[in-house]
């Protein structure tokens, strides 16, 4: 099954437009400067089509978002304030950190679409699977006469040139 090729214009637009209406009403100016720090890095991976590294803070941005978001979330909701703004803010900003984890997912591929790779190390040896460099035993190269330019063949010892 392949994976649908979702247009980071369109993620970028959604999530614009869930931000700006989940900041109406009710969550602090640290939720507006996180978030739209996050969608200018994302227009930055949208400018530059060909770049892995804005892609890479692209999806790292949205990552961290994730749990700032369920951070703002939790700590200025208040249920005290019955207001249909209220709701509607809430429900955007829930709806946005709901769309966050797919959207990680869309930015991920198009990550690896760029030429990234998954390759980091924190020190402890593994073990590939690849197996390029890896000699055959079965076969056995001839023996390389090019390191020894003085023998002329396999029974004759050291032998002289003539210029």
């Known amino acids: 099954m392949e ?8 993620i970028l637009v959604v999530h614009w437009f869930l931000t700006v209406c989940g900041c109406i009403g009710w969550l ?11 969608l200018g890095v994302g227009v ?9 590294d804005a892609v890479l803070m692209f999806l790292i941005g949205l ?10 979330i939790a700590i200025f909701y208040s249920a005290n304030q019955p207001t249909d703004l209220f709701r509607f803010s809430v429900g955007m900003a829930i ?5 966050k984890p797919l ?14 790779e998954y390759n980091i190390s924190f020190g ?24 020894k330019p003085f023998i002329q ?11």
């Open 63 to 72: 990552l961290l978002t994730i749990i700032i978001d369920i951070l703002h």
């Open 124 to 147: 402890f040896p593994t073990v590939t699977q690849n197996r390029d460099t890896y000699q055959s035993i079965d076969q056995q190269d001839p023996p390389d006469n090019s390191a």
């Open 44 to 52: 930055w991976a949208m400018a530059q089509r060909d770049s892995v």
């Open 28 to 38: 602090p100016p640290t939720y507006i400067a996180t978030n739209f720090s996050v």
């Open 95 to 99: 709806l946005s950190l709901l769309l």
């Open 3 to 10: 994976i649908p090729a979702i247009n980071l214009k369109a």
């Open 103 to 116: 959207s990680s997912f869309f930015v991920y591929q198009m990550y690896r679409e760029r030429g990234g």
């Open 153 to 163: 063949g396999e029974d004759q010892k050291h032998a002289t040139r003539s210029y």
